[in-house]
Antibody, heavy 117, light 107 residues
Framework: EVQLVESGGGLVQPGGSLRLSCAAS????????MNWVRQAPGKGLEWISH????????YYADSVKGRFTISRDNAKNSLYLQMNSLRAEDTAVYYC??????????WGQGTLVTVSS | DIQMTQSPSSLSASVGDRVTITCRAS??????LNWYQQKPGKAPELLIY???SLQSGVPSRFSGSGSGTDFTLTISSLQPEDFAAYYC?????????FGQGTKVEVK
């Protein structure tokens, strides 16, 4: 069974930084592309970043480009999201999800990031 | 960016009803369209991929159809566990984008 477990969320002040992690098990992590998707409270889903299996291809939504950095460590079966210059509108539950064949197959349970003074 | 528009935004239905949700893309996306179900406080789960393929483990009462710009998710006979939010998502081009969601509520 695929398990994706996010961690690292919490309360941070505007302008601050946070690093999210996603620990993967039950899949051959190094063969899957990975993504971060977020959901603001009471709102819909927003894809924010993608990294290919070998880290060769990386993409970001315009809303986070230049502020967030996605990375992965295949030896540790882990995905990361470094978030800098955080804004109130970044407040959301952040999910990691693996993708193969153009779909987000399995999702973690999410970690809440709250940006507030 | 490709805009995804779902309708309706919410609907009320009873157990046993046939439910149809539509999703329209702002440009052709072939069949690069997925559907997800999300229950309150839970992560989304993949239901349908590539417009009409049923994800493993998903009940056969769920089906998807469409191509190009117009897509449909159908629940043939609504069950109590199906009251949830449903999202379409295009994977034709980056950035991947979602519809705004459809909430299926108890009538």
């Amino acid at each position: 069974e695929v398990q994706l477990v996010e961690s690292g969320g919490g309360l941070v002040q505007p302008g601050g930084s946070l690093r999210l992690s996603c620990a993967a098990s039950g899949l051959t992590f190094s063969t899957y592309n990975m993504n971060w998707v977020r959901q603001a409270p009471g709102k819909g889903l927003e894809w924010i970043s993608h990294i290919s299996s070998s880290s060769n291809s990386i993409y970001y939504a315009d809303s986070v480009k230049g502020r967030f950095t996605i990375s992965r460590d295949n030896a540790k079966n882990s995905l990361y999201l470094q978030m800098n210059s955080l804004r109130a509108e970044d407040t959301a539950v952040y999910y990691c999800a693996n993708s193969g064949n153009y779909r987000l197959e399995s999702w973690g349970q999410g970690t809440l990031v709250t940006v507030s003074s | 960016d490709i805009q995804m528009t779902q309708s309706p935004s919410s609907l009320s239905a009873s157990v046993g009803d046939r439910v149809t949700i539509t999703c329209r893309a702002s440009q052709s996306i072939s069949t690069y369209l997925n559907w997800y179900q999300q229950k309150p406080g839970k992560a989304p789960e993949l239901l349908i991929y590539l417009a009409s393929s049923l994800q493993s483990g998903v009940p056969s009462r769920f089906s998807g159809s469409g191509s190009g710009t117009d897509f449909t998710l159908t629940i043939s006979s609504l069950q109590p566990e199906d009251f949830a939010a449903y999202y379409c998502q295009q994977s034709s081009s980056i950035p991947w984008t979602f519809g705004q969601g459809t909430k299926v509520e108890v009538k």
